[in-house]
């Protein structure tokens, strides 16, 4: 990033941007889709955040560091676990999202929908 990376705002807001997989900018650098962020009336930097698909992915990385170890080895608890919480953080709405899963997750597209209707059955009840 060039610009103040030592500010207060720029430090507040680099854990969240981290997690989000997006990329921070100086204020000039900004495109219209990117969010700039001021500090008392002053732009201080700029957020580009990532497109869908890259934030899937930054997602399941995440995850697995959470888990400390690839999807694919955890149990199928933890693997419907998994999936509640990508399913909550809305990463079906993904185009090939469950397939991107499927993968991570080291089981059949035909298993993460098991898993979704499991839980919406569940939700039913």
């Given at each position: 990033?060039?610009?103040?990376?030592?500010?207060p705002l720029v430090a507040a807001v680099?854990?969240?941007?981290?997690?989000?997989?997006?990329?921070?900018?100086?204020?000039?650098?900004?495109?219209?889709?990117?969010?700039?962020?001021?500090?008392?009336?002053?732009?201080?930097?700029?957020?580009?955040?990532?497109?869908?698909?890259?934030?899937?992915?930054?997602?399941?990385?995440?995850?697995?560091?959470?888990?400390?170890?690839?999807?694919?080895?955890?149990?199928?608890?933890?693997?419907?676990?998994?999936?509640?919480?990508?399913?909550?953080?809305?990463?079906?709405?993904?185009?090939?999202?469950?397939?991107?899963?499927?993968?991570?997750?080291?089981?059949?597209?035909?298993?993460?929908?098991?898993?979704?209707?499991?839980?919406?059955?569940?939700?039913?009840?």
């Open positions: 990033m060039t610009g103040p990376a030592d500010h680099k854990p969240l941007v981290d997690a989000m997989g997006a990329e921070l900018l100086g204020p000039g650098q900004a495109r219209a889709d990117d969010v700039v962020l001021a500090w008392e009336g002053e732009d201080v930097v700029a957020v580009r955040l990532p497109q869908l698909s890259e934030s899937l992915d930054h997602i399941l990385t995440a995850m697995e560091r959470r888990y400390g170890m690839p999807l694919a080895g955890l149990d199928r608890r933890a693997k419907q676990a998994v999936v509640r919480s990508l399913e909550a953080r809305g990463a079906f709405s993904v185009r090939h999202g469950v397939e991107t899963v499927a993968s991570a997750l080291g089981v059949s597209r035909f298993t993460v929908y098991n898993y979704l209707n499991r839980e919406k059955a569940a939700g039913e009840g």
